[in-house]
């Protein structure tokens, strides 16, 4: 097994992205940057979730493909997110990491926020199938949200900032 590096178990996904910088870092030849990386990755992570910790709940969806409509659970990087903001993952139990949901079960979850991720120009028909269901909460109250793919969709340090513009919409979903 030379050669192999195994992660060791890390209390979360978010919490293997400091792992990474600091091991990057080591076997880079630049420990001490890999570890400032890491440390502000922790600082800003455990910031966001303290900011948002006790706010009322909002239920969401993360869409994930819309043809067929999948989503993620929570073991998911985005569904961690979507905890750190105070949010409820309405298909978070489900046991696989991303599950194809039907839409039934989907407008049935009732979600206050649908949001996704990818190019910013493609949001309006990624929701435009949702916006026939009117019997639910996110479309009566417009609560859609587009996150950059290149921030909340990669496990770097920049998913701190993404995590933050989910966090962004939930809020705005939970003050209506």
């Not at 859609?144 to 900032?161: E, H, K, N, T």
Request: a positive charge; one cysteine or more.
């Amino acid at each position: 097994m030379s050669g192999v590096v195994v992660r060791p178990a890390c209390e979360s996904d978010a919490a293997a992205i400091a792992h990474t910088l600091r091991r990057l870092g080591a076997l880079l030849g630049h420990a001490d940057g890999g570890k400032a990386a890491a440390n502000r990755f922790e600082r800003d992570w455990q910031a966001l979730r303290e900011g948002h910790a006790g706010k009322p709940p909002v239920r969401v969806f993360w869409q994930l493909w819309q043809d067929p409509l999948m989503t993620i659970n929570r073991e998911h990087l985005i569904g961690e997110a979507i905890e750190a903001c105070g949010g409820v993952n309405v298909f978070g139990s489900l046991p696989l990491l991303t599950p194809t949901v039907s839409w039934e079960a989907a407008v049935a979850a009732d979600p206050q926020l649908i949001a996704s991720s990818g190019r910013a120009k493609d949001a309006e028909g990624d929701f435009a199938h949702w916006r026939r269901f009117r019997q639910v909460s996110a479309v009566r109250q417009n609560h859609f949200a587009f996150v950059d793919g290149d921030l909340i969709g990669r496990m770097g340090p920049r998913f701190v900032q993404g995590a933050s513009a989910l966090c962004e919409a939930v809020d705005r979903a939970r003050s209506r």
